[in-house]
């Protein structure tokens, strides 16, 4: 089992959303990096471990606990030139963009990164390191036990 960090705009899918979508299950669209998509595509299995991260806010930070929920498959919105994620080069032949589908096990309290970057414990957190700005990135096994104790 592998462990994940994943990043999501509370305007676009919030961790309430999450959990009023049946079964708490959403799709993880709009992925427009190729490493973050190598992750998905590449590395994730279904039933991997997921950190479900607010960004673009006010109080950015770990919400939720949950798992993925489904193997890659290709993100419909590269394909829909009204969707914001549209990709003109992106054809359903050959598709650029992958997606996961996730699903929320438990919200959590929050988990700030102002807590977390001063946490000695998570120094080596892919997520903290200077310049990091993937969506989705890996979480060791240590610190992914580090982050259940700091969520209670």
């Given at each position: 089992m592998r462990y994940w960090l994943m990043k999501s705009e509370p305007n676009e899918v919030s961790i309430d959303d999450a959990l009023a979508a049946p079964g708490g299950v959403v799709p993880w669209t709009g992925v427009r990096n190729y490493q973050a998509?190598?992750?998905?595509r590449d590395a994730m299995k279904v039933g991997d471990g997921v950190l479900f991260y607010h960004s673009g806010c006010a109080?950015?930070?770990?919400?939720?606990?949950?798992?993925?929920a489904s193997s890659a498959y290709p993100d419909p919105t590269q394909f829909d030139p009204a969707s914001h994620y549209y990709d003109p080069k992106a054809t359903p032949q050959e598709p650029r963009w992958?997606?996961?589908?996730?699903?929320?096990?438990?919200?959590?309290?929050?988990?700030?990164?102002?807590?977390?970057?001063?946490?000695?414990?998570?120094?080596?957190?892919?997520?903290?390191?200077?310049?990091?700005?993937?969506?989705?990135?890996?979480?060791?096994?240590?610190?992914?036990?580090?982050?259940?104790?700091?969520?209670?």
């Amino acid at each position: 089992m592998r462990y994940w960090l994943m990043k999501s705009e509370p305007n676009e899918v919030s961790i309430d959303d999450a959990l009023a979508a049946p079964g708490g299950v959403v799709p993880w669209t709009g992925v427009r990096n190729y490493q973050a998509r190598n992750f998905m595509r590449d590395a994730m299995k279904v039933g991997d471990g997921v950190l479900f991260y607010h960004s673009g806010c006010a109080q950015p930070g770990i919400v939720g606990i949950a798992e993925v929920a489904s193997s890659a498959y290709p993100d419909p919105t590269q394909f829909d030139p009204a969707s914001h994620y549209y990709d003109p080069k992106a054809t359903p032949q050959e598709p650029r963009w992958q997606m996961v589908d996730v699903r929320v096990l438990r919200k959590t309290r929050l988990l700030t990164l102002a807590e977390m970057r001063v946490d000695p414990a998570l120094a080596e957190l892919m997520m903290l390191r200077r310049g990091s700005r993937l969506s989705i990135t890996p979480v060791t096994s240590s610190d992914w036990r580090h982050i259940l104790t700091l969520l209670g």
